[in-house]
């Protein structure tokens, strides 16, 4: 190393060290000041020395067993210290950095300690982010159109000690080192549904096939410390059950559900804000999944106090179209509503070997790992429930309504929700499987109707919405349970989380649609 080479390091360390502007330059090049986003939380909520962190994360990111998928366009990852979450958080950061073409990661944190309400906040002055792993240049140009937008702000105080974001960064500069990236971070204030519509709609011009995102979010935090303690005993299985009830409704695009689901369990999910940011950006041919879930009191072994984290993975085709979509929906409405009997032989072993597959703990990514062979049912765009039943009683049920989804994906992906992530259930156990039977409903595109008199039992399933809660019953249930049609809505009703005769107010609103039912 020639002495200016020495220098320069030395400089650049010295900087590094004082929290001030940096001097970096190659041998032969004149030395340059960067005003960079400096890291604050190095040496408290991580190692500050590079070593030692470099080596923790690339750790976790080589333990993060995820299916490469180039669709793949946001990520949900926690942000809590590294010893708790950092594996969790790696699979999803492991999953984005896998597409090839990612030039681009905006991440989305929110505010924990600094107060602001409707606003985003973003650097404006800064040109880089530098963490113990160096530095990783921001997007100016995109910050500096996002900052037209009175929606976005440059507040430096949140930039200073907020986990939210500066947690994400050091993972994602070690899942894509030596690779060329540029880096936008966004912290939000405390929002409200019109400020998160239309920052989402701002953040979803930053769409361009090269561009990934990572929203920033913890689960329920759980225990006295947290001032929330719904239950005391079954803590483990409960947090999941709570957990999956919320991962289920994002996992299904559902934000007036996702956001009904948290104020009526009190869920103390931290990063609402960013997950309804994300939930409003996403096109309607979207799929999700579940990358990896724990909390650290499963870590710990003491659940006194406990966090939850998921990492969860949403993919979707870049350059969508409103018009392609609907041309889709509209050749889904146009086929005759009729599956062969051979196909949905094939819909049930599809739904049957993803669960027997996640079991072992292996679960499909795509129908065409199970082994399943594809059928002309399974391309066609429709919604869907899969029904567990064990003994005569029901033991999961998760489905979708809207036709986004080749009915093999529908399958696949709520076979393992009904199965592991029915709030109302714990976690199917391997024991469990060979007593459980397996239905599948495929349904026809929703349609609102006038009135409840409108509504035709035994031929309809249908939904109920009064202002942001809903609740939706399949066609087969009136039936099964011998209900009438005020009966059917009085439960329908209490199901929402609404009075029992909720369905009778003049704002109640009605949407109806029919079902293929066929089972094991």
């Keep these: ?243 999956g009830g919320a991962i289920a409704k994002i996992l299904g695009g559902d934000v007036d559900g996702f956001h009904a689901y948290c104020a009526e369990t009190g869920a103390t999910i931290c990063g609402q804000d960013s997950i309804g940011v994300l939930l409003r950006m996403l096109p309607e041919d979207f799929t999700a999944r579940e990358l990896s879930y724990d909390t650290s009191g499963n870590i710990s072994g003491d659940f006194k106090n406990s966090v939850s984290y998921a990492s969860l993975g949403f993919y979707w085709a870049d350059g969508a179209t409103e018009k392609g979509e609907k041309e889709e929906a509209e050749t889904s409405q146009g086929e005759e509503d009729v599956i062969p009997e051979a196909d949905q032989k094939a819909l049930l072993a599809l739904a049957r070997k993803s669960i027997e597959m996640a079991l072992d703990g292996k679960p499909p990514s795509k129908p065409e790992d199970t082994g399943v062979e594809l059928t002309p049912a399974m391309q066609r765009v429709m919604g869907g429930f899969v029904t567990l039943n064990k003994d005569g009683d029901l033991r999961g049920c998760i489905g979708e309504i809207f036709p986004r989804n080749p009915l093999g994906k529908v399958v696949m992906a709520n076979a393992l929700n009904a199965a592991f992530h029915d709030p109302r259930f714990p976690p199917l156990r391997a024991k469990e499987l060979a007593d459980v039977s397996i239905e599948i409903s495929a349904l026809t595109p929703p349609a609102p109707v006038a009135s409840y008199h409108d509504i035709v039992i035994g031929k309809h399933g249908m939904v109920l919405q009064v202002g942001f809660r809903s609740a939706v019953f399949l066609p087969q249930v009136a039936t099964e349970q011998g209900w009438d049609l005020a009966t059917t809505l009085s439960y329908l009703a209490r199901k929402a989380g609404l009075p029992a005769d909720a369905w009778k107010l003049p704002e109640a609103k009605f949407t109806v649609f029919e079902a293929i039912i066929f089972r094991e």
């Design 1 to 243: 190393m020639n002495r200016m080479s020495k220098i320069i390091c030395v400089l650049a360390v010295l900087g590094m060290a004082a929290g001030v502007t940096g001097i970096i330059a190659q041998e032969g090049e004149s030395v340059m000041t960067k005003n960079c986003v400096e890291s604050t939380l190095a040496g408290s909520w991580y190692d500050a020395n590079p070593v030692r962190l470099k080596a923790e994360l690339e750790g976790y990111l080589e333990h993060a067993q995820i299916d490469a998928d180039e669709s793949i366009v946001a990520v949900v990852v926690p942000h809590a210290g590294y010893a708790y979450s950092g594996l969790c958080a790696a699979h999803g950061v492991k999953a984005l950095a896998a597409r090839k073409n990612l030039r681009r990661v905006v991440v989305v944190g929110f505010s924990h300690r600094i107060a602001f309400a409707n606003q985003a906040s973003i650097p404006l002055r800064e040109t880089c982010f530098r963490s113990p792993l160096g530095e990783t240049e921001l997007d100016t140009e995109a910050l500096a159109a996002l900052g037209k937008n009175a929606l976005f702000t440059d507040l430096p105080a949140t930039r200073r000690g907020e986990n939210s974001v500066e947690l994400i960064v050091p993972l994602l500069q070690a899942a894509l080192a030596g690779r060329e990236w540029r880096l936008a971070p966004i912290t939000l204030g405390q929002l409200n549904p019109e400020s998160r519509e239309g920052i989402a709609r701002a953040l979803k011009e930053l769409c361009d096939g090269a561009t990934g995102f990572v929203f920033s979010s913890d689960f329920t935090h759980y225990g006295p410390n947290f001032g929330y303690v719904p239950f005391r005993k079954d803590v483990a299985d409960r947090l999941r059950a709570l957990d």
